[in-house]
């Protein structure tokens, strides 16, 4: 491998610049199509929400493993480069001094990241942090183990109940515990006591400028559907439900 600071090393970094720009390029491809779909209306809002924080998660793990580079590791990204078709064959050979048909291709170079939700800030943060600015729409799968909602409800994937401060009526017993989210709430006038573990939590937004939080690992598969939804009458502890033409969230700073 050609010494440090030397026209060869400069190359080689020019090369693998255009590896991380080519690979950071298709993951951006996969953001777009999946905003194209929802704008469409062909995927749901929590849906492509989870494509831009894979995009994340696979920046930071391609720049983490980008990293990582002794001789070895520089000539596999190297030979990586040539499958990409960014470098010739004869190149890699003269910078490598090797033939670059011996040499493998990194195995962690496109592998996806961990888990998107295991890189979020804890759903007990979010509400927190959104509760301080007013109002939140808390989106819950009643079906969950451990939720406490009324029997009408408890078979809803796609449940939003609201929760604040200084709301008429008042949330007397509001609780942001470690393990649940819980007050009491009204529905249809009758007061109702609900627990929420955080595990049935998959998103958080803000009622009045829609910023929020998706959890994608948690989100139902019947919260990824972009249609309409068909419930006649929401409850009256939540709003109206938004079809995925009508949410836009913003993430949580």
């Given at each position: 491998m050609p010494d440090a600071g030397g026209p060869d090393a400069d190359r080689i970094q020019e090369i693998l610049a255009a590896l991380i720009k080519q690979r950071l390029r298709v993951s951006l491809e996969r953001v777009e199509g999946a905003l194209a779909r929802w704008r469409k209306g062909d995927l749901g809002p929590f849906e492509a929400h989870a494509e831009v924080l894979a995009h994340v998660a696979r920046a930071d793990h391609l720049a983490d493993v980008m990293s990582k580079c002794g001789p070895e590791r520089t000539a596999s990204f190297l030979r990586a480069a040539l499958d990409a078709r960014l470098v010739s064959k004869e190149e890699v050979e003269r910078l490598t001094g090797r033939d670059p048909d011996q040499i493998a291709a990194p195995d962690d170079l496109d592998r996806e990241a961990a888990p998107h939700g295991a890189r979020l800030p804890p759903k007990r943060e979010v509400v927190n942090r959104l509760l301080g600015d007013g109002p939140i729409l808390v989106h819950i799968d009643a079906r969950r183990p451990g939720v406490e909602v009324p029997?009408?409800?408890?078979?809803?994937?796609?449940?939003?109940?609201r929760f604040g401060q200084g709301l008429t009526p008042a949330i007397i017993d509001l609780e942001i515990?470690?393990?649940?989210?819980?007050?009491?709430?009204?529905?249809?006038?009758?007061?109702?006591?609900?627990?929420?573990?955080?595990s049935a939590v998959y998103a958080v937004v803000s009622e009045g400028d829609q910023r929020g939080m998706v959890w994608p690992d948690d989100v139902p598969p019947e919260?990824?559907?972009?249609?309409?939804?068909?419930?006649?009458?929401?409850?009256?502890?939540?709003?109206?439900?938004?079809?995925?033409?009508?949410t836009h969230l913003k993430l949580v700073e």
């Open positions: 029997t009408s409800l408890a078979s809803d994937p796609r449940l939003v109940l515990g470690e393990e649940f989210l819980a007050g009491t709430l009204s529905f249809g006038g009758v007061p109702h006591r609900c627990v929420l573990p955080w919260a990824m559907t972009a249609g309409e939804d068909t419930a006649e009458e929401p409850p009256a502890a939540a709003p109206p439900k938004r079809s995925g033409r009508q």
